[in-house]
């Protein structure tokens, strides 16, 4: 027959783990199935080792979905304060880093043993590491075929989070099982990734990697999704964030957070020098002698970026968007005094740096990515339960679901609130 519980959750992650210690707490019996061999590995890796576990300003407006409301009675029936609670109430200390952004003072390690601790507390039962090889619908609830036998439950939970870092044991289990029971999904895609360009029109920037610089990063929706019907993602996406640069292409958190919003064909925007008008700097520099233009640059960026960044903006074959005679207006100017350059130069050349226009042609995908977007479509769950519309007994919950942060603490902060949210209302029959 096979133990029978009355939830069974598959993915002992940060939203899975909640979700059962809550229900357990509650009195519910509850098995946690995970394959790994270690708990919650990417809660360990994550915020370099710290955990970026919330954001103090997390609301919907930080979220990626189809229905960007959908995550926000999850955010309001548990939001940054309550999971503080429980720190507190587990003696672990973080410190603010930027912007809302909350770390440990110690390791991630604290926060998967708070997680352990609260579902010990409610006597969960652990089957890890155990793959699930089937789920089937039984009259009374799921049966789940594991490596370690059969097990039963009234409802089953999806909370095996998303794609990214395959190589760290990620799946798309979720949504093979919510798609096996008719929910509809949305396309997922790496988000929160590096984005990659076409190596040969790369190669002119390809000398700048590792250089970093704060920027402005701007994306604009080019068609709205589902071919006009529901427009609901924002149509234009802006960040002042910092901008790395990488051999294949661009990184570091601004491109992170444009990668979230960005489609194969789209042009991102960058301003490389956010809150200066460039054009009249370099036009006022002018009589500052005998400078070169490189050299004017690189009082505000690192030299090595004004010289290599100026050299390679002014090739014919880059990645970047805009027409021939504006290169040409580019062509040359690093080595020139600025003394010499025409004023008119100066402004094409102001002009680049205030909105450097380039078409990436991917991202370095799962493998880099911190998360996934899209996920089990918002329309085919409860917001208050994440249970599903069509098939009453199953929710899903965490990064499943077509709900993405921002980077930022909002992705765990998204994992707490609808875990809470699943485990209170699997206690609610
Ligand atoms: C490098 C990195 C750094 C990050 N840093 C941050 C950060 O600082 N702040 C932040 O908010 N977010 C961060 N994130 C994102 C965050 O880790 C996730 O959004 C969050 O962990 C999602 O929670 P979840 O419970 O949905 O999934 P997870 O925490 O990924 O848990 C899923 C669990 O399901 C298990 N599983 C997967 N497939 C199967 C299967 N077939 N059968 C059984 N079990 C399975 C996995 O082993 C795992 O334990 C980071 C991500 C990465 C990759």
Request: charged residues 25%.
């Amino acid at each position: 027959m096979g133990d029978r519980f009355d939830a069974a959750v598959v993915g002992a992650g940060a939203a899975g783990m909640m979700a059962a210690a809550v229900a357990a707490r509650r009195g519910l019996r509850v098995v946690l199935i995970d394959h790994a061999e270690r708990l919650a590995e990417k809660i360990r890796i994550s915020g370099g080792g710290r955990c970026n576990f919330t954001n103090l300003g997390a609301s919907p407006a930080q979220f990626l979905s189809r229905n960007p409301d959908f995550c926000r009675s999850a955010l309001r029936a548990y939001g940054p304060g309550d999971f503080l609670d429980l720190l507190r109430a587990h003696r672990v200390s973080w410190h603010e880093k930027h912007r809302g952004q909350l770390f440990c003072d110690d390791s991630s390690e604290s926060i998967i043993q708070v997680l352990r601790r609260e579902c010990e507390a409610g006597g969960v039962r652990w089957r890890m590491p155990c793959a699930v090889r089937a789920v089937g619908r039984e009259a009374d609830g799921f049966r789940l075929d594991t490596v370690t036998g059969p097990i039963r439950a009234a409802r089953l939970v999806l909370a095996t989070g998303g794609m990214a870092i395959p190589q760290m044991g990620a799946t798309d289990f979720s949504l093979r099982i919510a798609r096996q029971f008719g929910l509809r999904i949305v396309e997922p895609r790496p988000a929160l990734v590096p984005l990659t360009f076409d190596p040969d029109q790369w190669r002119p920037y390809a000398a700048l990697a590792g250089v970093s610089l704060e920027v402005r990063l701007s994306h604009e929706a080019a068609a709205p999704e589902d071919g006009g019907k529901r427009p609901r993602r924002p149509v234009r996406a802006e960040f002042l964030e910092d901008l790395l640069f990488t051999h294949r292409g661009l990184s570091g958190p601004g491109i992170l957070q444009i990668s979230s919003h960005w489609r194969p064909g789209d042009p991102i925007r960058i301003d490389l020098s956010p809150g200066r008008d460039m054009a009249e700097a370099l036009v006022a520099a002018k009589t500052g002698g005998r400078q070169t233009v490189a050299a004017a640059l690189a009082q505000v960026w690192p030299r090595r970026l004004a010289e290599a960044w100026l050299g390679a903006a002014g090739q014919a074959a880059g990645p970047e968007a805009g027409d021939a005679r504006d290169r040409r207006e580019l062509e040359g100017l690093a080595g020139l005094r600025l003394a010499d350059a025409p004023d008119r130069r100066l402004r094409a050349l102001a002009g680049h740096i205030h909105g450097w226009t380039l078409w990436p042609t991917g991202t370095a995908g799962y493998k880099k990515a911190e998360v996934m977007s899209g996920g089990v479509d918002t329309d085919e769950l409860d917001q208050r339960s994440l249970e599903s519309r069509r098939c009453p007994g199953l929710h899903v919950i965490g990064e499943a679901v077509d709900v993405t942060g921002w980077l930022g603490g909002y992705n765990f902060q998204w994992a707490w609130s609808s875990g809470v949210a699943c485990g209170r209302a699997l206690t609610a029959d």
